[in-house]
């Protein structure tokens, strides 16, 4: 199946919103204000409709989707567990900042990689 170049944008598009609601979902660990600004339910709802779309999406290829599938679950996974406990130890930080780090990268890289896509559209 070909896809257009607007539906290549869209897929990587809902890479970048998925990256930075995971990237959000992170910075509650450490950030009191990014709690309680952006409600719980309102990122969980965006972080399942977005990874629910990509997963979709990504069924053509099981390897990246399971890829994607892991990187989900490791995070969330992580915030999880700091969010439930209430005290992050330097172990714990520290993973978080290494998550935080790739998706930061991933997020520049696809970012830019959609603004081209767009300009040439």
Do not use: W
Not at 11 to 37: G, H, K, P, Q
Not at 108 to 120: C, E, H, K, P, T
């Amino acid at each position: 199946m070909a896809l257009s170049s607007n539906d290549q944008t869209d897929i990587a598009a809902a890479f970048v919103r998925l990256y930075v609601f995971l990237a959000n979902y992170l910075d509650r660990c450490f950030d009191e204000a990014a709690r309680t600004t952006y409600p719980d339910s309102e990122l969980q709802g965006h972080l399942d409709d977005t990874r629910r779309q990509l997963m979709e999406i990504l069924s053509v290829n099981p390897v990246v989707r399971h890829k994607l599938a892991d990187e989900c679950d490791r995070i969330l996974s992580l915030g999880a567990s700091c969010l439930k406990s209430g005290a992050v130890d330097s172990k714990t930080r520290e993973m978080i900042q290494a998550e935080r780090a790739i998706l930061r990268n991933k997020t520049i890289a696809l970012s830019d990689l959609v603004a081209v896509y767009r300009a040439l559209a």
